[in-house]
């Protein structure tokens, strides 16, 4: 047991060295919290078309969305409130990396749409007379009206005079450009994110409020890094007819309309070739992805589209609100409470109160190193609260042991050899402890999920630490006293150990030997009185008839001889 600690324990910390020194994403320290360590404030302000204040309730969906794609990025202890009607502030822990903030700042409007033309984004146009120009523009007295009716999403029926002259002058570089404005059942000219191809595509014919989930992978066959929708029932139907009008046009030669391009807020995220048809509602989005890329748009389209646009007013750095000071105070409060501990652990349990000391400094690395590890894979970061849970389980842990050794000593008071009672202590005391163990658990779990985001922290460290107390009770504190018990000290039953039989009031030694219990005499004390009372109280009758014939109180009874 004491080998798989310090096997666990060296684990743990590698896991953190590779963090470190490998990814150098981790730290030796555990991350900070916006209320103890300040962090980036981001105020974005919603824009409606007839520029009215939105309503409150879109605000709150929004900041609710916002919240889902801050948790899905890693980021803890974020808060994500509304103000003055129009805004909503994000305040993120530490510094924003460029991934985090296009998650809170994206609309991430979807479109699905047909490819009809691919060209190259020309920096000049070759006119008749053999001259070159830089983006003609359009002739406005072009046909603009498709002839015939297009069919299908795919008919180029929608390329029309106009049109090709739009696209001959659309500058792919020009940040004045707004293809995400046309309408949703017109053509679109737009580019690729690059901006190093130009595209006309279809209406469009399935949006991202069709997708059910969106994840993150690797594909089997490239291993380029994939975005993998599922669909919902009606997108799974629509997107099913476009695979076989797409697939078809692949088989007939007639590229690029066999591709369907993924655009995302107007731009052109992937454009892939239509290689089977796809009924089961399962597309995947290909392009030059990389893992945190794709794990960032994964997260837009699952969390879905903002119900209003947003500008960002303002990106500034914030204080903490509560600072160094109050984290100060907290492990002081912490330390004063593990003291206190040790000092009633060594008066109530002599030397066995250091198997709690030494629990407890176990299980406070433990807990360091793995609050380490979660703020580098999880984002997880250590507010007030938090310390304050940490602080708590001080207390919680303590009440573990003291249940398992006054097992013991209940099973010493009744006559077994210590390691008899050690073996017969863990046995009763371990029901009652995982019992309340899970209680802890099963509170902290239901104030994570309905408490304010400032009380999550409170209830996650709770939690984390209940389930490294229950590890470090089964896996350290009774492989320690199995070991203890086989000591002279400890074993023999020193005055000091703890464990003394006769000052815990032991009724008798063995099975067939009784204790014998005598008044106090005087001058002895009021710790021989409470030995005697106790023994007294946990006699049989057998052993009452006996002390009372060697006081001389009643005659010897030769049955009270016999065995219990």
Not at 200 to 206: R, V
Not at 544 to 563: F, M, V, W
Request: with cysteine; proline share 4%; net charge negative.
């Amino acid at each position: 047991m004491l080998l798989g600690l310090l096997l666990v324990t060296a684990a743990l910390f590698g896991i953190n060295a590779i963090g470190v020194y490998g990814f150098e994403k981790s730290s030796w320290t555990p991350e900070l919290a916006l209320d103890l360590q300040g962090g980036t404030q981001i105020v974005l302000s919603a824009a409606t078309e007839d520029g009215a204040d939105p309503t409150q309730e879109q605000l709150d969906q929004a900041a609710a969305i916002i919240r889902q794609r801050v948790d899905a990025s890693g980021v803890a202890e974020a808060d994500i409130t509304t103000e003055g009607g129009r805004n909503i502030v994000v305040q993120i822990p530490g510094v924003a990396d460029e991934e985090t903030r296009a998650r809170i700042e994206a609309s991430a409007q979807l479109e699905f749409r047909s490819v009809l033309y691919v060209g190259d984004p020309a920096t000049e146009f070759i006119g008749e007379d053999g001259n070159s120009t830089p983006y003609p523009a359009p002739d406005p007295s072009a046909n603009a009206v498709p002839t015939p009716e297009p069919t299908d999403g795919s008919d180029m029926a929608w390329i029309t005079e106009k049109l090709q002259g739009e696209f001959l002058a659309y500058d792919c570089t020009d940040p004045a450009n707004d293809p995400g404005s046309a309408p949703a059942d017109q053509p679109l000219i737009t580019c690729d994110e690059t901006g190093t191809v130009k595209y006309i595509l279809g209406p469009t014919e399935l949006t991202g409020d069709a997708i059910d989930d969106a994840t993150s992978g690797r594909d089997q066959q490239s291993a380029a890094w994939t975005v993998n929708l599922t669909l919902d029932g009606h997108g799974t139907e629509v997107f099913g007819k476009i695979s076989q009008r797409l697939y078809q046009n692949q088989i007939d030669g007639l590229s690029p309309r066999d591709q369907f391009a993924f655009v995302l807020d107007g731009a052109v995220i992937s454009a892939p070739q239509m290689n089977a048809q796809i009924l089961n509602g399962k597309p995947s989005i290909s392009g030059s992805f990389t893992q945190e890329s794709a794990q960032a748009l994964a997260d837009q389209l699952r969390y879905g589209a903002l119900p209003l646009s947003f500008n960002t007013e303002s990106s500034d750095t914030i204080s903490a609100t509560l600072g160094t000071q109050q984290l100060q105070i907290g492990l002081i409060a912490g330390l004063i409470g593990l003291a206190l501990v040790a000092v009633y652990s060594l008066l109530s349990y002599r030397a066995l109160g250091t198997v709690i000391i030494a629990s407890i400094a176990v299980m406070g690395v433990l807990t360091y190193i793995i609050v380490c590890i979660l703020a580098w894979r999880l984002g997880f970061r250590l507010s007030l609260a938090g310390v304050a849970g940490l602080i708590v389980s001080i207390g919680f842990t303590a009440d573990s042991f003291i249940v398992y050794f006054e097992r013991i000593r209940d099973e010493l008071r009744d006559g077994k050899s210590i390691t008899g009672a050690v073996e017969d202590g863990w046995g009763r005391a371990k029901r009652t402890i995982y019992i309340s163990k899970s209680i802890n658990i099963l509170a902290a779990v239901v104030l994570y999920i309905l408490a304010d985001s400032t009380v999550k922290g409170f209830a996650f460290t709770l939690g984390l630490t209940t389930i490294i107390d229950v590890f470090i009770f089964v896996i350290f504190t009774h492989p320690v006293m199995q070991i203890l018990a086989r000591t002279k000290f400890f074993g023999g039953g020193h005055k000091l150990s703890g464990l003394d039989p006769d000052a815990l009031g032991a009724v008798y030694h063995t099975r067939s030997q009784y204790r014998e219990v005598t008044p106090a005499k005087a001058g002895r004390g009021a710790k021989n009185s409470r030995s005697r009372g106790e023994a007294e109280r946990r006699q049989t009758i057998a052993e009452r008839k006996r002390a009372e014939a060697l006081t001389g109180n009643r005659p010897t009874d030769a049955g009270s001889e016999g065995e219990r």
